[in-house]
């Protein structure tokens, strides 16, 4: 059975940081690539971040370049998402997925951040 579980999130005033974890069970994370994917408030689920599957490829949404660094580390089958510098606008349950469909979602992690 495949799962995603994540966590890490937390409550964070503006400008800080947070390290969000995703443990992947029932496949390896070195087979895929990854994605991190949020959710905000009343919005839609929207695209953050993509780890490729050799993990020597990054994407990244344009609302979170520069400040979002997606890893992952392949003896640990888990994919990490490092947060700095974050806004309100950052508020949002986040969950990570397979890059290939159909998306797999595990319970998210909620951030919320503080002005």
């Known amino acids: 059975q495949v799962q995603l579980v994540e966590s890490g999130g937390g409550v964070v005033e503006a400008g800080g940081s947070l390290r969000l974890s995703c443990v992947v069970s029932?496949?390896?994370?070195?087979?895929?690539?990854m994605d991190w994917f949020r959710r905000a408030p009343g919005k839609e689920r929207e695209w953050v971040a993509q780890?490729?599957?050799?993990?020597?490829?990054?994407h990244y949404a344009d609302s979170v370049k520069g400040r979002f660094d997606i890893s992952r580390a392949v003896a640990k089958n888990t994919v990490y998402l490092q947060m700095n510098s974050l806004t309100p606008d950052d508020t949002a349950v986040y969950y990570c997925t397979f890059a290939q469909p159909p998306p797999i979602w595990g319970q998210g992690t909620q951030v919320t951040v503080s002005s």
């Open positions: 029932g496949r390896n994370v070195s087979d895929y690539s």
């Open positions: 780890i490729s599957r050799s993990g020597g490829v990054t």
